[in-house]
T-cell receptor, first 117, second 114 residues
Framework: EAGVTQFPSHSVIEKGQTVTLRCDPI?????LYWYRRVMGKEIKFLLH????????ESGMPNNRFLAERTGGTYSTLKVQPAELEDSGVYFC???????????????FGNGTRLTVT | SQQGEEDPQALSIQEGENATMNCSYK?????LQWYRQNSGRGLVHLIL?????REKHSGRLRVTLDTSKKSSSLLITASRAADTASYFC??????????????FGTGTQLKVEL
């Protein structure tokens, strides 16, 4: 089966510009997550979709970040306007929805390395 | 605050030796998971241990969990050069809509030399 794919793999933009990251989860995975790793720090949860619905966006840094998952398939994460501190690696992950406490492992994409200059 | 903290931050060993990485966490968990990340790639799930389990094996991997000490260890036996990667522990919090909200540590960078 195809894994989680993310596009682009790298993005270099100037402060104030807009960037949109895309994630295609594994087919059939209703759960879709965005995580971020800022240089030298831990990987942090941003938000979680079940199908097209946002279940938890408590990790989103501020309102410059907007995530969507129209139709419950692929997801986009837009940063507008980008700031220097937004630089890092943005990971997308997906998993089967079990509806219970027996959580399925997450399948991660290779990430998008975002550099804001 | 950081939930999972790995120790050591970096580990360099010779091929064939065993590698042990430790993880400590702060809050109650449902399960603890270990992931591996090769440079420039995504995280790959290695093993999951539930809060009511104390030890789990998968191939050359052995994971222990001590909920009283809020700690876990990952042992890789007979290491290979291909095991060179960063290893992360992650603890979960059940989201209201199901699913995982994993809290990761900063990871252990393992280097296995020939």
């Amino acid at each position: 089966e195809a894994g989680v794919t993310q596009f682009p793999s790298h993005s270099v933009i100037e402060k104030g510009q807009t960037v949109t990251l895309r994630c295609d989860p594994i087919s059939g995975h209703d759960n879709l997550y965005w995580y971020r790793r800022v240089m030298g720090k831990e990987i942090k949860f941003l938000l979680h979709f079940v199908k097209e619905s946002k279940q938890d966006e408590s990790g989103m840094p501020n309102n410059r970040f907007l995530a969507e998952r129209t139709g419950g398939t692929y997801s986009t994460l837009k940063v507008q306007p980008a700031e220097l501190e937004d630089s890092g690696v943005y990971f997308c992950a997906s998993s089967l929805w079990t509806g219970g406490r027996d959580n399925s492992p997450l399948h991660f994409g290779n990430g998008t390395r975002l550099t804001v200059t | 605050s950081q939930q999972g903290e790995e120790d050591p931050q970096a580990l360099s060993i010779q091929e064939g030796e065993n590698a042990t990485m430790n993880c400590s966490y702060k809050t109650s968990i449902n399960n603890l998971q270990w992931y591996r990340q090769n440079s420039g790639r995504g995280l790959v799930h290695l093993i999951l241990i539930r809060s009511n389990e104390r030890e789990k094996h998968s191939g050359r991997l052995r994971v222990t969990l001590d909920t009283s000490k809020k700690s876990s260890s990952l042992l890789i036996t007979a290491s290979r050069a291909a095991d060179t990667a960063s290893y992360f522990c992650a603890t979960d919090a059940i989201l209201t809509g199901g699913g995982n909200k994993l809290t990761f540590g900063t990871g252990t960078q393992l280097k296995v030399e020939l």
